[in-house]
């Protein structure tokens, strides 16, 4: 897959400058070797990705002006049939992100994948859960995930996902760069409210989905790592 092809024919369409299409192109190797380092440290293929050639705005719906920005997200998809996890990479994060920061998003939302998985596997998963705000949306986000540890072999990386998300990812230098060198330049951006960040498969979409069964042993593991390391905690 093409990761950039979006962006591509975003600028085929006038909407991203010839400077901003070099920029993330040029920058673009950081989500690659992001992806390798994250295979290596796990064992486990990163799913499909693509870069979305706009800044993702999330707001709580209510007539509120509180907003956040979202670098990247997990979807669910179904194509002719077939089920397939796409991590969607936002333009600003490979514009603008440094790499601990790329590495340790890409690493945050592999672990959304590794969970979505683990959860349909199970037939957990028949809708997540909705929350009003931002801050709720946030803490939801941090307790739904696989321990990094139990998942990742190196330790630089893991250091990079605890500075980063320590109660919800925060970023302020980026965070200001996506307002003021992509926002405010008229560059796309795609607003949606937190209820559409969730994910919601009906029991019948379920019942179709066919896993691999390599990536559920790779779980397995995952899972009884994560239960020791808890024993490890509680005593």
Known sequence: MDHLVKVREAHEKGLLPQDMLDLIKERFNLVES??????????????????????????SGNMSFEYGVLFARTLPVFFEEKFQVVIQISAPLVAFGLKGTIHAILAHEFLHYLELVRKISKMELLSDEISGNLFENVYADSTRLFEPRAVFDDKTLLTHITKK?????????????????WIARGLPVTNITLDTNTVKLSAES?????????????????????????????Y
């Open 34 to 59: 992001g992806i390798k380092r994250i295979e290596t440290a796990s064992g486990t293929p990163y799913p499909i990705s693509y870069v979305e050639p706009s800044a993702i705005l999330s707001n």
């Open 165 to 181: 998300f320590p109660t919800g990812f925060k970023d302020y230098k980026l965070e200001d760069k996506t307002e003021k060198l």
């Open 206 to 234: 379920l019942s179709k989905v066919v896993l691999d069964p390599a990536l559920l042993g790779k779980i397995k593991e995952f899972e009884e790592k994560e239960s020791k390391l808890r024993k490890k905690k509680l």
